[in-house]
């Protein structure tokens, strides 16, 4: 069974930095590239990243500079550094697997002052 | 690329059937998927490729359309179809979705 586990949110003051971890089980990890999606409250889908390898990395363009994925295929585990945060940053994010076909439940980061 | 969804929130009983559209502004040809997403719930993918229902999903959920214009058709609606509905483009970065169509129970 797909599992995708996200953890790392919290409350974090503007300017402030933050990583998110996906822990992912139950298929080959390292076959995939893997997706980061965020919903600020009460709001819709906003993509934010996909991640294939060191050299195969996609950003927003509201994310681009202050976010950096990566990925340690031995721990099958996703990772989203975030830097310079926002408040409209906050929100809930989503780890999916490739075809967006398996999502972890979320974890929220709040970035209020 | 931005997708507009319409309408925003569609009023309907159960047992009707649900015509929720979506359009590109420019064509992404059939590199569309459409999501369901319950309150408190992450999203569930329904269709591929504009047309191709994910694992799982019944058959009452249907796709259709290429380029720019896209329909996500639910056949005869159940309890549990009364969600949000989401479009998104695959054709290159970034990826966006769409502002999302409510169904509701009337």
């Known amino acids: 069974e797909v599992r995708l586990v996200e953890s790392g949110g919290g409350l974090v003051k503007p300017g402030g930095s933050l990583t998110l971890s996906c822990a992912a089980s139950g298929f080959i990890f390292s076959n995939y590239a893997m997706n980061w999606v965020r919903q600020a409250p009460g709001r819709g889908l906003e993509w934010v990243s996909s991640f294939g390898s060191s050299s195969s990395h996609e950003y927003a363009d509201s994310v681009r500079g202050r976010f950096v994925a990566s990925r340690d295929d031995a721990k099958n585990s996703l990772y989203l550094h975030m830097n310079s945060l926002r408040v409209e940053d906050t929100a809930v994010y989503y780890c999916?697997?490739?075809?967006?076909?398996?999502w972890g439940q979320g974890t929220l980061v709040t970035v209020s002052s | 690329i931005v997708l507009t969804q319409s309408p925003a929130t569609l009023s309907l009983s159960p047992g009707e059937r649900a015509t929720l559209s979506c359009r590109a502004s420019q064509s992404v040809s059939t590199f569309l998927a459409w999501y369901q997403q319950k309150p408190g719930q992450p999203p569930r993918l329904l269709i591929h490729d504009a047309s191709s229902r994910a694992p799982g999903i019944p058959a009452r959920f249907s796709g259709s359309g290429s380029e720019t214009d896209f329909t996500l058709t639910i056949s005869s609606l159940e309890p549990e179809d009364y969600a949000t509905y989401y479009c998104?483009?695959?054709?290159?970065?970034?990826?966006?979705f769409g502002g999302g169509t409510k169904v509701e129970i009337k």
């Open positions: 999916a697997t490739q075809g967006f076909d398996y």
């Open positions: 998104q483009h695959r054709l290159n970065w970034p990826l966006t």
